[in-house]
């Protein structure tokens, strides 16, 4: 049985949309539902909620948590980047509300057949969706040296990036790296003990990588920034410098300034969390996963 998924930054989501008039929201992260109820129960106006999730499992957990408002939920099996195309299909032109909260659920890391953990011995898969092709298990056994120890870097901070990866291809040459428990084996006596498992940013990186998350952030915001009607609000939350940085300079492209007087002011956003919104030490003591979670919050304006 998985421990449920506790929403990070709960009351500071449902504060962004407080005031608009949301007809359909957009929230490109289903996952358990948990800001979804929040913003349903705070937007009685709502008509439509499109809950979009690449991973079919989080709608079996989100159809219990949104059973009240089943009416108004549509539950789309998809990446929250493929936005535009959601929207023409079910002939939507714009929407008032876009909420994404990156990175995995606790149901993805208590599975662990997934292989998103450290924890266990599942095999290194990482896919939020299933029947994509890519698995942790390909890039570990098949990319090159210097390109593992990129995304370790990249992706995960991880300084022995380079003697990860040069372990990791030593071993491989003798016999592939089938699950989590034989990566972390190769990667516990390089990094060695610490505050965190010596194994996650390596996960982490991995995990990124994977599901193309940094690529799907910067497309899934410029679409959204395109879809949001005036006075309609996007809000971010992320849990990784690099996504965070994705967000400030998505938002600051579009942002509007003194210059763009005007008709260009149309289109243009608001940015309204200058500095981004983070947990309360008492949200981090109860729920350790939102230590690192960032929420920035921009709205469209114009008319
Ligand atoms: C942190 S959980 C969301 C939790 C949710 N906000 C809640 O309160 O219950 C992240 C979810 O987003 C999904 N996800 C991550 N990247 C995605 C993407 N690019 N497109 C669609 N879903 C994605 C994951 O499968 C996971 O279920």
Redesign the pocket.
Same mark, same amino acid.
């Given at each position: 049985m998985s421990a449920p998924?506790i =929403?990070v930054l709960l009351r500071e989501v449902v504060q962004a949309f407080d005031g608009v008039e949301i007809k359909t929201f957009f929230?490109?992260?289903? *996952?358990?539902? *948990?800001?979804?109820r929040a913003i349903l129960a705070t937007h009685p106006e709502i008509v439509r909620y499109i809950g979009?999730?690449?991973?079919p499992r989080?709608h079996e957990e989100a159809l219990k948590t949104l059973a009240p408002w089943r009416e108004k939920v549509e539950f789309v099996r998809? =990446?929250? =980047?493929e936005l535009p195309d959601i929207l023409k299909e079910r002939e939507i032109g714009c929407i008032q509300g876009f909420l994404i909260?990156? *990175?995995?659920?606790s149901m993805?890391l208590d599975e662990r057949e997934r292989g998103f953990s450290f924890r266990g011995d599942g095999p290194l898969d990482m896919r939020?969706d299933p029947s994509a092709s890519l698995t942790a298990e390909n890039i570990v056994n098949q990319y090159p040296e210097a390109e593992i120890a990129r995304i370790l870097f990249e992706y995960g901070e991880e300084r022995r990036s380079r003697q990860i990866a040069k372990a990791i291809v030593a071993i491989r040459k003798k016999r592939p790296i089938r699950t989590a428990a034989e990566l972390v084996k190769i990667v516990e006596p390089i990094v060695g003990r610490g505050p965190i498992h010596p194994a996650t940013r390596v996960f982490q990186a991995l995990r990124i990588a994977v599901?193309d998350?940094l690529g799907?952030l910067e497309r899934?915001l410029e679409a959204a920034i395109e879809h949001v009607s005036p006075g309609g609000r996007i809000a971010v939350i992320s849990f990784h410098s690099l996504e965070d940085r994705i967000a400030k300079t998505a938002f600051r492209k579009h942002e509007w300034r003194e210059a763009k007087r005007g008709r260009e002011a149309s289109g243009s956003l608001k940015i309204l969390t200058k500095k981004p919104a983070i947990p309360t030490a008492e949200e981090i003591r109860a729920n350790a996963r939102s230590r690192s979670a960032k929420l920035r919050i921009a709205e469209k304006i114009g008319g």
């Open positions: 998924h =929403s929230d490109g992260t289903l *996952g358990a539902g *948990g800001h979804a979009c999730d690449r991973d989080a998809g =990446s929250y =980047s909260d990156v *990175g995995v659920s993805q939020m599901n998350e799907e899934g």
